[in-house]
């Protein structure tokens, strides 16, 4: 009797684990289902939007009138930027992708260039008309391999999830046919990248030289972890120093320290010991002072470092400490890029952190031209429903990345403000932005 | 007639003197909960904020909401009412602004302060109240700071990512992962939102794993400020990993920036 009771409830038992675990199965399943159709969306999107790209291209190219090519390289632009965000859909960080993310971006760039003019009065110059060609040879090509890769994906059932899985173990032997297609398609692009290095594709962000404001001698490692002890107020204890790879913008040395309490670092560049980055996490006390009294902290510092001209042009307060940004005053114009952030903690106006990466990497010697719209002009260049509040002549980088002077115009209209941008030489808007800084609280 | 006038006239000096004792009365109080002294600053949060809001809007310059914190809106204000008052404008809450706003506006703390509460749930209202008790700083703002361009959520999101990847991490080491991820945003080839960047597949090892669903605590939050504030103490990085797990070969091809904490930062 307790035999058969004992054989079934064990025959119940095993009938139950094996329905349990057939349904995780179907589950499992079910989930990378869902995985692999997401993948395989994103991939066949992206063929399809190469594909429209070579056409519009080709449209593009043949359409006769200026006034009819504005709206085929908006279109183009469209495509690219979709085409981008199947690129980011696809699992492929880890693979060398990133050459052909970045022929989409400079096809984006171009056609928004070009598109954003007014090609009636500016038409397409015979070099653009170059490019425009050379991009759409480039577009056919990958094209073609996309639809290899897309061919043998179809025609062998080839799943994304095995390629996350080749991914995964890349020591054993790779015959992935996704991977190598992929490889293939960013080999081709890499062979046109050296081609086009001339063409004028390259050369809408002119590169002007970095770091050009840091000067003075190499120092030594010694000589950095004297200093850093210093600025971070550490006397005795031990820092830890290393010195940055190939890698970096402009050879620096990097000190450390961390204890339970406190987390202290400092980026200093070799060449004349400026301190970059500075940053001391430590657990804050009661707040005593005010955003404004810890401004005046966070001016006698930039001082202490022989930063001058530099005036205040935001500041916010975030639960203790007050975050600053003073940008660079050139004469009476602004350079809103050569930007300095401080972190100033208000329980007794230490400073938490430094932040020179923006200006010391853009910072040089300007020569600026005088402005060729006068003050009084450029307010009728703003929408007439807003109230300009303040008006200043500033230096921004548009959206090539290159520097031009600008008015820079403060407003509001009902309860917003904007920041306007209007070129001071031929009175284009170059940038409106709304400014947000509060946000009503969730917690 | 002349009864009358005698009337008038009584009841007339009655008024002026309740007036000047009610003005005796009233303007001591006043003074006690007026402005301490720090001179406010566009950016400030808390009590005196809440304050300048309320005499400004008392005074028809103002006509947003009391939030207690120093926004655009209430800049505008400041500067229209030294205008309008002949001070120096420069959107300052200094000595002399506050003695005339003081002078020329009424200010009552517990009617404020229950209105601006009043539009939250019961439970924000209660802790609320609760810290004005404990804390002598007074009324806790209905606002926060936020950098230009990023929400609260996605700070929150940030944080996540960044308690995720990198909690085991020195305070830097997270500031540093916070970097990679807006970088990445700014990068061409990458995707250009938080979420984009976040949830690319096989971006970060947290995401896979579902490790970013963890709630971060407020060094990661803290960590994720200082990034978006401007702090990149990867030198522009777009990569990391740690070489004790990296599996890709690919990754060490890349050109190294340097290591902070147990990850190696590249270009």
């Known amino acids: 009797m307790f035999r058969w009771i004992s054989i079934l409830l064990l025959v119940i038992a095993g009938v139950g684990v094996g329905a349990w675990g057939y349904k995780e199965h179907q589950e499992k399943n079910a989930v990378l289902i869902q995985a692999e159709n997401t993948y395989q969306r994103a991939f066949h999107e992206l063929t399809y939007h190469m594909d429209l790209l070579h056409d519009k291209i080709g449209t593009a190219m043949a359409v006769s009138t200026n006034e009819r090519l504005s709206p085929e390289l908006v279109e183009i632009w469209r495509i690219t930027s979709e085409s981008l965000g199947n690129v980011g859909q696809l699992p492929l960080t880890l693979l060398p992708f990133n050459k052909t993310a970045h022929f989409l971006s400079q096809i984006g760039e171009f056609t928004y260039k070009t598109a954003a003019r007014d090609l009636e009065n500016d038409p397409l110059t015979p070099d653009e008309r170059n490019d425009l060609e050379e991009l759409y040879k480039q577009a056919e090509d990958i094209q073609q391999e996309l639809r290899n890769v897309q061919y043998a994906v179809l025609e062998d059932d080839l799943r994304w999830m095995d390629v996350q899985l080749a991914l995964a173990t890349e020591d054993e032997p790779m015959d992935n046919q996704v991977i190598d297609g992929f490889k293939t398609v960013e080999e081709k692009v890499e062979g046109y990248e050296e081609g086009n290095v001339d063409s004028s594709i390259f050369a809408l962000t002119p590169e002007r030289e970095e770091y050009q404001s840091i000067t003075g001698d190499d120092i030594t490692k010694d000589e950095a972890i004297h200093a850093s002890k210093e600025i971070l107020n550490l006397k005795d204890e031990d820092i830890t120093v290393t010195t940055t790879g190939e890698g970096a913008e402009v050879p620096m040395y990097t000190m450390s320290y961390r204890d339970d309490e406190i987390n202290a670092y400092m980026d200093m560049t070799k060449k004349g010991g400026h301190p970059v980055t500075v940053i001391m996490n430590r657990p804050l006390q009661n707040q005593t002072l005010s955003l404004h009294e810890g401004a005046l902290q966070a001016e006698e510092y930039l001082k202490k470092f022989d930063l001058k001209n530099m005036i205040l042009f935001q500041s916010s307060e975030y639960n203790g400490v007050g975050i600053y940004s003073y940008i660079y005053q050139d004469g009476d114009i602004r350079v809103l890029s050569d930007v300095i952030q401080l972190k100033v903690a208000l329980d007794n106006g230490d400073i938490l952190g430094f932040s020179g990466r923006n200006f010391y990497s853009n910072h040089y010697d300007r020569d600026i031209p005088s402005p060729e719209i006068t003050e009084e002009e450029v307010l009728d260049y703003v929408n007439e429903n807003l109230t300009v509040h303040e008006v200043h002549l500033s230096i921004i980088d548009n959206d090539f990345g290159e520097e031009i002077l600008v008015y820079e115009l403060l407003g509001s209209m009902g309860d917003d403000t904007y920041r306007i941008f209007i070129n001071a030489k031929n009175g284009n808007e170059e940038k409106v932005e709304k400014l947000s800084s509060v946000e009503a609280s969730f917690s | ?267």
């Open chain 2, 1 to 267: 007639m002349q009864h009358n006038k005698r009337c008038l006239i009584g009841l007339f000096s009655f008024i002026m003197v309740s007036i000047c004792i009610i003005t005796i009365l009233v303007v001591p109080t006043d003074k006690v909960k007026a402005f301490s002294p720090q001179i406010i600053q566009q950016g400030a949060t808390g009590d005196d904020v809440i304050e300048l809001q309320a005499r400004l809007q008392y005074i028809g310059f103002y006509n947003g909401k009391i939030d207690g914190v120093f926004g655009w809106g209430t800049y505008w204000a400041l500067r229209n009412f030294q205008y309008e008052f002949g001070m120096e404008i420069d959107g300052l809450g200094g000595t002399k602004t506050k003695q005339k706003l003081e002078q020329v506006t009424k200010f009552n703390k517990e009617e404020v302060h229950k209105n601006m509460y009043a539009g939250q749930s019961s439970s924000q209202n209660n802790s609320g109240t609760n810290n004005q008790a404990a804390n002598n700083q007074g009324g806790q703002p209905t606002s926060v700071n936020v950098p230009q361009g990023f929400s609260q959520n996605d700070i929150q999101l940030l944080a996540n990512a960044v308690y995720g990847e990198a909690r085991g991490e020195p305070y830097v080491g997270q500031v540093a992962v916070a970097s990679v991820i807006l970088n990445r945003i700014e990068s061409a080839t990458f995707p250009n939102t938080v979420a984009g960047v976040i949830f690319e597949p096989r971006a970060f090892t947290a995401v896979a794993d579902g490790q970013i669903y963890l709630t971060p605590n407020e060094t990661a939050k803290e960590a994720v400020l200082d990034a978006i504030n401007g702090w990149d103490p990867t030198g522009n990085a777009l990569y990391y990993f740690n070489p004790d797990t990296a599996t890709s070969s690919w990754i060490w091809s890349r050109p190294q920036i340097k290591q902070i904490g147990k990850h190696i930062f590249c270009k």
